[in-house]
């Protein structure tokens, strides 16, 4: 089988046109819009000692802001797990009126730009807005807390969850489930035991995009947070108010953190998701 | 044949749930944009919308949108065709390399364009002796723009072209085709619905880019203000009316996208369907 395949692949190289031309745009395309603005920041960053770095990196205000950040983007990668698997669900196994519409529904905050959906949110919670005087009697206030900066997060992150585990969902032959009922399983049981263990891999994909994606939002974010130093203040946000009082340094320095972390995550996904793939395949692919 | 969840009263209960989540957190967020956009008439909605410094948001927005999609599409062409037609060392490392915008956060993606091209950067101080300055001025938002939306046609070319083989490309090198001749008359047939999706994306992500863009914009009224960065503005300035009808034009492209998607995914289901 890897004989045919390496003589398949080794052929078509030989047999189809433009490897050279392709192969140079794609490189002089990478290097210049995604590596080299890398390399500047490293740069930037090769003038500070090692104990000036810590020591940006661990101001108070800004480990405040490492907190709000992480914990903001953690309840709303939770609740749109939750969210998310619950609308999988649905949008796969029923048939309703309404149900094309609900599917287009779910891509809303991949296509409406951040800052919209920022001052949107941010007029709904607010006290004099519409969702805000029917939550304000009942003890909740939403805009200017954290609470409005995790809606804010989970908001621009909710497809992240059904677009993963929609088709997982959707290839799960009909017998899985036949099987389950007839030996006696309810329900809740058949879900948990039998459903949610193929869809386990997809969730926490999809759950770790949407974390990553939380962890770096800005637009949707700042109109609802009320940006109160150690109370309401996101990393994105430090880095640009460093950045507008010219503190380059600075800004460069929290960025690499956040990038870090960033890139780490993404490449954590990608292993696990490649180790998930190669057991489901009895060590193979 | 059973199915689990199938009880009617599972069914009504989870169908229940999630229509009304969805309605609370999508549909009446969008609804309320447009509401507020018109809260003061038409009159002043039209007012709004011909406003002298929107006007020019809107060119601007036009503008980089304009440059940047053929940019990126000829890029996410090239690289999906050497990514599922070629074996190379480094083949996945350049995949994974492609993701890295989706990854990185947008003040931080404006703010490293803003090191590298802004004065104090090397090759923004370079360019500052011939007297080019791109950073606060419309290229630099056209660049961090390309930077943000360069993942988008290649991620829907790739797994497309992977499935579909290279197998149609072959036998018409076979038959004496030229490269560019199998690209317009074999692959891009088969490959048009995907790269216009592709492009339709790559289009809202560009005209509703925020944080990159403020990053290097500097935000002057009527130069460098894009459509999003006007929504802010008027926002900050307490003038909501004008700030939702800006908005309100933008949640119409998201629409679009949004249809468009929905009519090109029921393209597809109803052909192999005919198949």
């Known amino acids: 089988m890897s004989m045919i395949a390496t003589l398949t692949g080794t052929a078509s190289k030989r047999v189809l046109p433009g490897f050279g031309l392709s192969l140079g745009i794609t490189l002089l395309f990478v290097s210049l819009v995604l590596l080299l603005p890398m390399t500047s920041l490293v740069g930037q960053l090769a003038g500070l000692s090692l104990a000036e770095y810590w020591a940006i990196i661990t101001e108070e205000r800004v480990v405040a802001s490492y907190m709000i950040t992480i914990g903001a983007a953690a309840v709303a990668a939770i609740v749109n797990a939750l969210f998310g698997l619950l609308m999988a669900w649905v949008l796969v196994r029923y048939e309703f009126p309404g149900k094309r519409l609900l599917d287009a529904l779910m891509d809303l905050p991949f296509a409406l730009p951040t800052a919209v959906a920022g001052i949107t949110l941010a007029t709904m919670y607010s006290s004099s807005g519409f969702m805000g005087k029917l939550l304000a009697p009942l003890g909740f206030e939403i805009a200017y807390t954290w609470v409005g900066i995790a809606l804010a997060m989970a908001f621009t992150s909710i497809p992240f969850v059904v677009r993963t585990v929609q088709p997982v969902l959707e290839d799960l032959p009909q017998e899985i489930d036949e099987a389950a009922l007839t030996l006696g399983a309810s329900d809740a049981l058949a879900f948990r035991r039998v459903i949610l263990p193929h869809l386990w891999p997809a969730l926490v994909t999809g759950t770790g995009l949407a974390f990553v994606r939380s962890l770096g939002e800005f637009g949707a974010v700042i109109f609802i947070a009320g940006n109160m130093p150690y109370e309401t203040e996101i990393t994105a946000l430090m880095i640009f108010v460093k950045l507008q009082e010219y503190d380059y340094v600075g800004a460069s320095a929290i960025a690499s953190v956040v990038l870090a972390v960033s890139l780490a995550l993404l490449l954590a996904l990608n292993l696990w998701q490649g180790r998930f793939i190669r057991r489901l395949h009895g060590g193979k692919g | ?275």
């Not at chain 2, 309320?32 to 809107?58: H, K, M, P």
């Not at chain 2, 944080?211 to 003038?239: F, M």
Request: proline content about 4%; some cysteine.
């Open chain 2, 1 to 275: 044949m059973q199915r689990i969840g199938d009880a009617p009263r599972t069914r009504r209960l989870l169908i229940g749930l999630a229509v009304a989540l969805s309605a609370l957190f999508l549909l009446l967020p969008l609804i309320a944009i447009f509401a507020q956009a018109f809260t003061e008439g038409i009159d002043v909605f039209w007012n709004n919308l011909s406003d002298e410094y929107t006007l020019a948001a809107i060119g601007l927005t036009l503008l980089v949108t304009a440059l940047t999609i053929p940019v990126n599409l000829v890029f996410g062409v090239f690289l999906a065709w050497l990514v599922t037609r070629f074996e190379f060392p480094g083949r996945r490392l350049l995949q994974t390399l492609i993701d890295i915008p989706f990854a990185v956060s947008p003040v931080v993606a404006g703010l490293i364009y803003l090191l590298l091209y802004g004065s104090s950067g090397w090759v923004g101080s370079w360019l500052d002796g011939y007297d080019i300055q791109l950073m606060f001025a419309w290229p630099g938002i056209v660049l961090v723009t390309i930077f943000v939306t360069c993942p988008f046609v290649a991620r829907e070319l790739i797994p497309l072209m992977q499935a579909q083989g290279s197998r149609e490309e072959e036998a018409a090198v076979t038959l004496g085709a030229s490269g560019w001749t199998i690209f317009r008359r074999v692959t891009l047939p088969n490959i048009k619905w995907a790269l216009l999706y592709g492009v339709i994306l790559t289009n809202a992500r560009a005209v509703g880019e925020f944080g990159a863009v403020s990053v290097v914009s500097g935000s002057i009224r009527g130069e460098t203000n894009t459509l999003p960065l006007h929504v802010e503005l008027l926002y900050q300035d307490y003038n909501t009316v004008g700030a939702f009808t800006a908005a309100a034009l933008l949640a119409l492209i998201a629409l679009f996208t949004l249809a468009a998607k929905a009519g090109l995914e029921w393209r597809a289901t109803r052909r192999e369907q005919f198949r």
